[in-house]
């Protein structure tokens, strides 16, 4: 089964604390892992892809295959990162794709 | 930078009623999408289109649903008959290409619909 689980409905931390924001994934195939942010009243919007290996606002993230994870780490979290945070699996069925999506994890950052 | 529009921003309609939602994709993308999100719950695939035709849909799809690009810039979806738990945030996206990797997949702002 194609399942992407964010176990943390909620993360609070004070600013300048370390973040991680843990998804795992089950996928039968090559998985492609995104993570989408959705700060308040805005839309869904791509941070990264794992394929990409980047860093952006300072986030990372790595796909780890053994432990299926894709976790969503920031060494020093800034009250601007406040924001919904979304980990999303690549279907890729029938030469198709479709996005299957975590649960969600709030991510709160206090001053 | 070109973004996925949606119209209306939020919808109020009875039970039975029909409702069209509207989508303007990124004008070069050929790849559209319609995504739900029932308040406290995950997002959900609903339908994948290309080529004028739909190329994957969930079980959550079924026969009240329906999609249509009616022009060359519009992407709607259309419920017949609104049931309660129709109440939700669909949203729309769009991308380029399908095979890439890493394909985006480019969201809209959303519509709230709430079904009474």
């Known amino acids: 089964a194609q399942r992407v689980t964010q176990p943390e409905k909620l993360l609070s931390v004070f600013k300048g604390a370390p973040v991680e924001l843990k998804c795992n994934y089950s996928?039968?195939?090559?998985?492609?892992l995104f993570w989408y942010v959705q700060y308040s009243r805005q839309r869904l919007q791509l941070l990264l892809r794992?394929?990409s290996r980047e860093s952006i606002k300072g986030f990372t993230a790595d796909l780890n295959k053994g432990e299926t994870s894709f976790h969503l780490k920031k060494p020093f979290a800034q009250e601007e990162d406040s924001a919904m945070y979304y980990c999303?699996?690549?279907?890729?069925?029938?030469?198709?794709?479709?996005?299957?999506f975590g649960a969600g994890t709030r991510l709160a950052v206090h001053p | 930078e070109p973004e996925v529009t949606q119209t209306p921003s939020h919808q109020v309609t009875q039970m039975g009623q029909e409702v069209i939602l509207r989508c303007v994709p990124i004008s070069n993308h050929l790849y559209f999408y319609w995504y739900r999100q029932i308040l406290g719950q995950k997002v959900e695939f609903l339908v994948s289109?290309?080529?004028?035709?739909?190329?994957?849909k969930s079980e959550i799809f079924d026969d009240q649903f329906s999609v249509e690009r009616p022009d060359g810039s519009n992407f709607t979806l259309k419920i017949r008959s609104t049931k309660l738990e129709d109440s939700a945030m669909y949203f729309c996206?769009?991308?380029?290409?399908?095979?890439?990797?890493?394909?985006?997949?480019?969201f809209g702002p959303g519509t709230r619909l709430l079904v009474l």
């Open positions: 996206a769009s991308s380029e290409g399908r095979g890439i990797s890493g394909e985006t997949q480019y």
């Open positions: 996928y039968s195939g090559s998985p492609e």
């Open positions: 289109f290309y080529n004028n035709e739909i190329s994957e």
């Open positions: 794992h394929i």
């Open positions: 999303a699996l690549r279907s890729f069925s029938g030469g198709y794709n479709k996005l299957i």
